[in-house]
């Protein structure tokens, strides 16, 4: 049973902040990289941030950079976005993602994502 279950999605009003939680079982992730997507009703699915297997390596899109802030804690076998300074063009369903195994680079296309979690709904409202 792999499973990515994601957490922490809710109504918040503009300025403020929420923090995802993509918890990981079934599967070691260690080796995985690991990226947060999100999708609006009508738009396609966009890249927000993604995370390399050890943590040292992070990458955003333009869009969030400085607001977001992508960490893992393998022990626990959880990947966590902090966000912060929230809009309504954050509002969506926002899903995590791993890949089969370790990669060289992060990759910001969905398809290079095996595995996927059911989302959970950020609201930004003002």
């Known amino acids: 049973q792999v499973q990515l279950v994601e957490s922490g999605g809710g109504l918040v009003q503009a300025g403020g902040s929420l923090r995802l939680s993509c918890q990981t079982s079934?599967?070691?992730?260690?080796?995985?990289?690991i990226a947060w997507f999100r999708q609006a009703p009508g738009k396609e699915r966009q890249f927000v941030s993604a995370?390399?297997?050890?943590?040292?390596?992070?990458y955003y899109a333009d869009s969030v950079k400085g607001r977001f802030t992508i960490t893992r804690d393998n022990a626990d076998n959880t990947v966590y976005l902090q966000m912060n300074s929230l809009n309504s063009e954050d509002t969506a369903v926002y899903s995590c993602?791993?890949?089969?195994?370790?990669?060289?680079?992060?990759?910001?296309?969905?398809?290079?994502?095996?595995?996927w979690g059911q989302g959970t709904q950020v609201t930004v409202s003002s």
């Open positions: 079934g599967r070691t992730f260690s080796r995985s990289a």
């Open positions: 993602a791993a890949t089969y195994g370790m990669l060289q680079v992060l990759p910001t296309n969905p398809y290079e994502y095996r595995y």
């Open positions: 995370i390399s297997w050890n943590g040292g390596t992070t």
